[in-house]
Every structure is written in structure tokens, then in C-alpha cells.
């Protein structure tokens, strides 16, 4: 029997024997590889859930399972913690919202961080546990300088002031994170200056806030930085970086990088997604699936910084930008072409964005939610095995994945 289903009758038989002295319902995942989240691998692992929490995780020889549990034989699986994107653009329709959720958690992720495009009137879905959904997190409205023709979701600024009063409005429907963008638009538009975006910065800042920027040159990166940004939602995207900007970011250890890497212009296999897509949305993907030069120029800049900040030791989470449920898997391909190792990919994706989320999740861990995917093959020998997903526990939950959320 497939480990999904067999995961689902485990669950659905849980009942009053199958307990543990917390008193509640209990299940040992046994005999898998267990990517804890953290850099570390446990082979031959136990994993016991009690309701929607972790209770132990560990080597088999080293954890006791509670007396009625059901147990669930894994052996050549591997476990991993649930995926995690901190940098999304969701639909702004509340059924189509929870859709968008739905589908992440067909596909491995357990949270996204919607930056700048969402209504107040959402905010209230991140307050509820939809069974099967990933958590939502928003920004709310961003901000930015006048763009016409664009979306008129953000806040529309044009001074310091217009930047502290938008804060102000964030912080009252508490917001996660407070999003700005600095960018021309290929030279469209005026961008944030760095006294408008100080300003919003040292506001939000004022009000416990963290606000993440999406930029595209490296002179406004480094001008981000000596302003106390918290984090990058994207690269540096025009140039190759420098010496000073890789010393700006080791100055500033609780600075995160989500490095959000564009397509690479190169043809990809995307025969894994056919189970999930319907044909026609299969086959618009594979019409613009074909070898684009600059497209491969532009992802080589992009690859490259990545790679030295993250030998740098910059700390980096998961990002894919747009609305693709499954693109969190591509992004964590491109993370490793560009030059990190799958460990590194697995823990930027995992602990580090749920520490950027604050989430009780992202690592494999007593205490944690119980938020893990069964792949049939192990990620670390190639990172595309994020993709062969046989099971995801949700919460303590088993995401039903008999069919995919359209």
C-alpha cells in the first residue's frame, strides 16, 4: 500500500487505546531517514507524534513509543520537515486564497508569506487552522513610490512622512512584516529614496515591526543596509557584488536573505508536476518552457551573489515570489546549482524561514508542530527528491493527496 494511505488509516484508526499519557492520540513513524531541519540526519529514526505535536524524534534505539500508539513502518523513506516560502504573492479572493493554501500543502509547504499585495479584509486568515491549508502570513499592503499601471494594492507614497503614516496603519492591523519595494521598473518609475525608506525603517521599527525590501541595484542594497533593513526579498540583480556589501552583511548576523532566484532560461523536465496540473495548465508551462540566453545571464548574477553570501555565512531562507504552489521545489533546485549544497538548501527552506516566521515548526524536533514529508528518495543525494513526495503530515494530519487542489 502507498505510505499516503497508509498514513491516512493510521490516523483515521487512532482512538482511545492509541494514546499516550498526555492523553493524546499517538503515532511512531518508524525506520525512516529523518532530516531533522537543523544540518543533522538521523538514520534508522523514530518519530512519535501526539496529536498535532512532535513528542520524541530520534535514533529507534534511543526513543520509547508509548504503550497502544500506531505505528507506521517507513523503512527507505526519508522525513523531512515541511517547506516554507517567506516570499509569496497570493490570490487577494478569500476562497481563492485558501485554494492557494490548500495546494502548498499538497506539495510540501506548511506556511507562506504573502509581501505587500493583500487586503486587511484577509488578515484574519492567518488566525485560523483550515485542515489541509498551509498557515498564511501577510505584509498587508506594502510600500512603494507612484507607479501607474501597476497594482494599486500598496500605499502609494511620495515622502517621509506619507512612509510613517502608512507604518502607522500597518502596525494598527499587526502585520507581520512590513514590505517595501525600491525599484525604477527598468527606469518606469521613482523609487524609495533613502530618506523615505529610512523613515520607514526606523517607523516601523518603532513599532516592534521588521520590514523586508525588494531591490534590484546593489547601490540601494547597500543603502538598505546602513538604513537597518531586516531583510532582502530579493538579490542584488544588476551587478556581480563587492567586498564592502559582502562585509555589510556579515556585520549584520540577524540580517536575512531570501534570495529568490529567477527562472535559469535553460529546458527543464516537468513531468514530475503532471500528477498535480491539469493538462492545459501542463501544457501553457511547457510552451515557454525552451533555452532563453539572457534569461541564463540574468540567473548567472543572481547565482553567483547567492553563493558568496552564503559563504559568507549569510542566513538565508526560501522565497519563490508569484503564485506557483510547486515552485518552492524549483527553487530549491536552482539554490543548489547555484552553488549551495542540498543541506544547506534543505535548512534555508526549513528552520531558517520558520525562525523568520516565528513559527513553532521548521525542524523535526520535540515540541515542534508535526509538520514533516515523506519523500521515497533521500534529498541530500539530489535535491529534485523533494519532489517524489509520498505522504505530508500536516499538524499531525495526513494531507489528503489522493487528488490535487485545483
Not at 217 to 238: M, N, Q, S
Request: proline share 4%.
Amino acid at each position: 500500500m502507498h505510505v499516503t494511505a497508509v498514513v491516512i488509516l493510521a490516523l483515521a484508526a487512532l482512538g482511545g487505546c492509541a494514546t499516550a499519557p498526555t492523553g493524546q492520540p499517538a503515532t511512531a513513524y518508524e525506520g525512516a531517514r529523518l532530516i531533522v531541519g537543523d544540518g543533522r540526519v538521523i538514520e534508522n529514526a523514530t518519530l512519535v507524534v501526539e496529536g498535532a505535536k512532535i513528542a520524541h524524534a530520534g535514533a529507534a534505539a534511543s526513543v520509547q513509543v508509548p504503550a497502544g500508539a500506531t505505528r507506521v513502518n517507513l523503512a527507505g523513506k526519508t522525513l523531512m520537515p515541511m517547506i516554507i516560502d517567506t516570499h509569496v504573492h497570493l490570490n487577494t479572493e478569500r476562497d481563492a486564497l485558501i485554494r492557494d493554501l490548500k495546494q502548498r500543502a499538497y506539495y510540501g509547504v506548511s506556511a507562506a508569506l504573502s509581501l505587500g499585495t493583500d487586503g486587511y479584509e484577509l488578515l484574519d486568515v492567518r488566525r485560523q487552522t483550515i485542515p489541509g491549508a498551509a498557515r498564511f502570513y501577510s505584509a498587508g499592503r506594502g510600500i512603494t513610490m507612484q507607479e501607474p499601471g501597476r497594482t494599486t494594492a500598496p500605499y502609494w507614497i511620495s515622502s517621509a512622512a506619507e512612509g510613517r503614516k502608512a507604518v502607522d496603519e500597518l502596525a494598527a492591523h499587526k502585520v507581520d512584516i512590513v514590505k517595501i519595494w525600491v525599484d525604477t521598473r527598468d527606469g518606469k518609475y521613482q523609487k524609495l529614496t533613502p530618506e523615505i525608506y529610512g523613515a520607514v525603517i526606523d517607523e516601523a521599527h518603532k513599532r516592534g515591526l521588521r520590514v523586508i525590501a525588494h531591490l534590484f541595484d546593489l547601490e540601494d542594497a547597500k543603502g538598505l543596509l546602513r538604513a537597518g533593513v531586516d531583510a532582502l526579498a530579493h538579490g542584488v540583480r544588476d551587478q556581480d557584488i563587492d567586498d564592502e556589501f559582502v562585509a555589510m552583511f556579515k556585520a549584520r548576523p540577524n540580517l536575512v536573505l531570501t534570495p529568490n532566484l529567477p527562472e535559469r532560461g535553460v529546458k527543464v523536465d516537468l513531468s514530475w508536476l503532471k500528477p498535480g496540473l491539469g493538462a492545459n495548465q501542463l501544457a501553457l508551462l511547457e510552451a515557454a518552457n525552451t533555452d532563453r540566453p539572457a534569461a541564463q545571464t540574468f540567473f548567472g548574477i543572481q547565482a553567483r551573489n547567492l553563493a558568496r553570501l552564503n559563504a559568507a555565512g549569510a542566513r538565508i531562507t526560501l522565497g519563490t515570489d508569484g503564485n506557483r504552489a510547486w515552485a518552492a521545489h524549483e527553487e530549491m533546485q536552482d539554490m543548489v546549482i547555484a552553488g549551495m549544497t542540498p543541506m544547506q538548501v534543505i535548512v534555508a527552506a526549513t528552520r531558517n524561514s520558520a525562525d523568520f516566521l516565528g513559527m513553532d515548526s521548521g525542524t523535526l524536533q520535540p515540541g515542534k508542530s508535526a509538520d514533516f514529508i515523506v519523500l521515497d528518495a533521500n534529498p541530500l543525494d539530489d535535491i529534485t527528491n523533494t519532489r517524489r513526495i509520498s505522504a505530508v503530515v500536516l499538524r499531525g494530519s495526513a494531507v489528503d493527496r489522493s487528488q490535487p487542489v485545483r
